[in-house]
């Protein structure tokens, strides 16, 4: 079934460590994102990526940096995770042709770094 | 610059009664605006996109270019509409367009 995974679903994580944020899409979506969002909140972008290869920051700076070597996976990684880092990653992935701004979303990490 | 803007961020009204979420936007060009939804303990998923012209869950919403607004209205209000809702603007038909949320306003629904 097409679709966007987000792994871990939660994870908690002290001060330092190097963690990596996991998203896959069944879609067969070329452009992919990846939002902050604490619970209720606004969205923030902070990478996306139209192919492989391909990879921008997005409006809102992020200490995290992805990389996109196969079309349907995009991972996010926070080299040293501080307590500021902790809120919600949401993965995204969207079809360029037709070209369209419909985003599907994944069902999101919540980071707490302690 | 481009921006979308969702002047209420808690909107409550009784069920039955109408809803209506406001969104302004400002963009240069043609835009394409959608209503993003999130409801408790699931995923933001589209709602509504303007050029569908379409009525999903009983809501719906006019693109007015000349107010430059993407109000989100309903009719009578129900339980299960309480959730987040999400304007958002993309830059039309480019492929390299992305997308802007506005911050989001939370629809309570009081029985």
């Known amino acids: 079934e097409a679709d966007i995974y987000q792994t871990p679903r939660y994870l908690v994580i002290g001060t330092g460590k190097k963690i990596t944020l996991e998203c896959s899409q069944t879609m067969g979506h070329d452009k992919m994102y990846w939002y902050q969002q604490d619970p209720g909140m606004e969205l923030h972008l902070i990478h996306y990526s139209y192919g492989v290869n391909s990879t921008e920051k997005g409006d809102l700076s992020s200490e995290s940096t992805v990389s996109r070597i196969r079309t349907e996976h995009f991972p996010l990684t926070l080299e040293s995770a501080r307590p500021s880092h902790t809120s919600q990653y949401l993965c995204?992935?969207?079809?360029?042709?037709?070209?369209?701004?419909?985003?599907?979303f994944g069902p999101g990490t919540r980071l707490l770094v302690l | 610059a481009q921006r979308v803007t969702q002047p209420e961020k808690l909107l409550s009204v009784f069920k039955g009664a109408p809803v209506e979420l406001k969104c302004n936007y400002s963009?240069?060009?043609?835009?394409?605006l959608f209503w993003y939804v999130q409801y408790s303990r699931q995923r933001l998923q589209l709602l509504l996109r303007?050029?569908s012209r379409e009525s999903i869950k009983g809501f719906t919403a006019d693109l007015n270019k000349g107010e430059t607004s993407f109000h989100l209205k309903k009719p009578f209000a129900q339980e299960e509409d309480s959730a987040m809702y999400y304007c958002a603007l993309s830059g039309g038909y480019s492929s390299a367009s992305k997308i802007i949320f506005g911050s989001g306003t939370r629809l309570s629904i009081r029985p």
């Open positions: 303007h050029i």
């Open positions: 995204a992935s969207s079809s360029r042709v037709p070209a369209s701004g419909t985003q599907y």
């Open positions: 963009y240069s060009g043609s835009p394409e």
